[in-house]
């Protein structure tokens, strides 16, 4: 099975700060790798499919990065409605998909 | 724009059937090569994928529940449904269905349904 991890597991940004996010596999998985945010009490949401191709209608101050094992979701200007949860999500193994833990993003 | 909606019964009892259905509106579940999906999250925790159907009927499970899933599919209704056998505590999450969606060799999610807790308890 392909374990995904992420890191950090929360952070506290301002915004208009520039926010990373990684995300790691247990093995090789291409490009296969999905971003998604979610806010509380409602459904993810895709932002980036594989590994860097923007959703349609998710805005440019996302952007997605990597290949292999190590991913990146970033945003560039930390805007109030990107305080949220975000989930990376292989689909290299499918039918079997994994998705990593999650990151919180939170006001500092 | 394609809609998900999750429905079923918000409570079940310990060692029955969880039983859910997914309506999809706003396109035909038939069309496109789209697989259909079922989703859970516990509550504060991450997301599992459950499984699978096409509208072949042909279906793919995670392996840690495929013992307890049957996932199935009414093309007349457009409708899919999931099943879970002897359920637990553990059990108890937030049901979503989503579309599975394919370009090349790339697949993932979208949309999904809002979302439906189902709590395991007597």
């Known amino acids: 099975d392909i374990q995904m991890t992420q890191s950090p597991s929360s952070l506290s940004a301002s915004v208009g700060d520039r926010v990373t996010i990684t995300c790691r596999a247990s093995q090789s998985i291409s490009s296969y790798l999905n971003w998604y945010q979610q806010k509380p009490g409602k459904a993810p949401k895709l932002l980036i499919y594989?590994?860097?191709s923007l959703q349609s209608g998710v805005p440019s101050r996302f952007s997605g990065s990597g290949s292999g094992t190590d991913f990146t979701l970033t945003i560039s200007s930390l805007q109030p409605e990107d305080f949220a949860t975000y989930y990376c999500q292989q689909s290299y193994s499918t039918p079997s998909f994994t998705f990593g833990p999650g990151t919180k993003v939170d006001i500092k | 724009q394609v809609q998900l909606q999750e429905s079923g019964p918000g409570l079940v009892k310990p060692s029955q059937t969880l039983s859910l259905t997914c309506t999809v509106s706003?396109?035909?579940?038939?069309?496109?090569?789209?697989?259909w999906s079922w989703i859970r999250q516990p509550a504060g925790k991450g997301l599992e994928w459950i499984g699978r159907i096409y509208t072949s009927g042909s279906t793919n499970y995670n392996p840690s529940l495929k013992s307890r899933v049957t996932i199935s599919v009414d093309t007349s209704k457009n409708q899919f449904s999931l099943k879970l056998s002897s359920v637990t505590a553990a059990d108890t999450a937030v049901y979503y269905c989503?579309?599975?969606?394919?370009?090349?060799?790339?697949?993932?999610?979208?949309?999904w349904g809002q979302g439906t807790l189902v709590t395991v308890s007597s």
């Open positions: 706003g396109g035909s579940i038939s069309s496109g090569s789209y697989y």
């Open positions: 989503a579309r599975v969606e394919y370009q090349l060799l790339f697949s993932w999610f979208d949309p």
């Open positions: 594989a590994a860097s």
